[in-house]
């Protein structure tokens, strides 16, 4: 049996409410795989913030850094402004961990409406990867003191609404909805647990209504397993979850009608937990 200790952290919002399912299905297919996990919850988020003055707790990373991975569901929450909590929660956990860089796969899925349906399940099979610790490459910014021991170097990121616009709304798709797409956070070196979340948020406007699309933590969870060694049972629990969208099953940003326990429940294997 292999063991592993994962630090869970729900963080705010649906993040409490999509990863009880990718935990699920991976405490199951890890019983198939002699794969066993512990872990440890942190309540660290915007309601720790409110109440303590802190998102994580001054020795926080510092009880995780011995983990062998990180798993976290969003954080952020309105009347908490967003530049404390992911800079008090997220971006720590990336810069400390040396989680340089940021790895989000994207595919066309079976029984996913998407203008690349001609494509056909497989046909699309894309790995966007960011870095994660450094700033944009925008070019405005310059050197002092250059070739000196005193060099300076400044350099500044520039974001406009029409840049994003239009960037944003080509990549839409492509990934069908935000609430299936994964993302991981890893140090390659190994020296520090990488992090694996789904790309999207708390998303205040359906948290608490158990209506979260779970897909997006559940493939978070196999990205974990695959950078754990086991790709086979990470490959085994994505067939699966993906096997419930070709069965016709989907959430409602992907237009379905499936709950967060719904879609879980429907995931089709014989070893998955029936909630
Ligand atoms: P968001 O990702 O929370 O929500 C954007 C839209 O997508 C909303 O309409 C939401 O209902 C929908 N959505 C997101 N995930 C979904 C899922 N699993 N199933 C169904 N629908 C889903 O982004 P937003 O509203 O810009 O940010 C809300 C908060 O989350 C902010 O405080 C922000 O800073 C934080 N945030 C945190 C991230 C993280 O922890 N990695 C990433 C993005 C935002």
Known sequence: MTRYRIALIPGDGIGAEVLPPAEALLDAVGRRHGIEFAYDSCDWSCERYLAEGAMVPDDGLDRIRHHDAVLLGAVGWPGVPDHVSPWGLLIPIRRTFQQYVNLRPVKALAGVPSP??????????????????????????????????DELAVQEAVITRKGVTRVVEYAYAVAGSIGVAPAADLDPEREFPSMFEPVHGSAPDIAGRGEADPLGAIWSAAMMLDHLGHPDASAELLAAAFGALADGVSAADLGGTADTAGYTRAVPTGWAPRP
């Open 116 to 149: 690349l349906r001609s494509a056909g399940a497989g046909g699309v099979d894309l790995v966007v990867v960011r870095g994660n610790v450094e700033g944009e490459y925008s070019e405005i910014g310059g050197r002092l003191g250059r070739g000196t021991a």
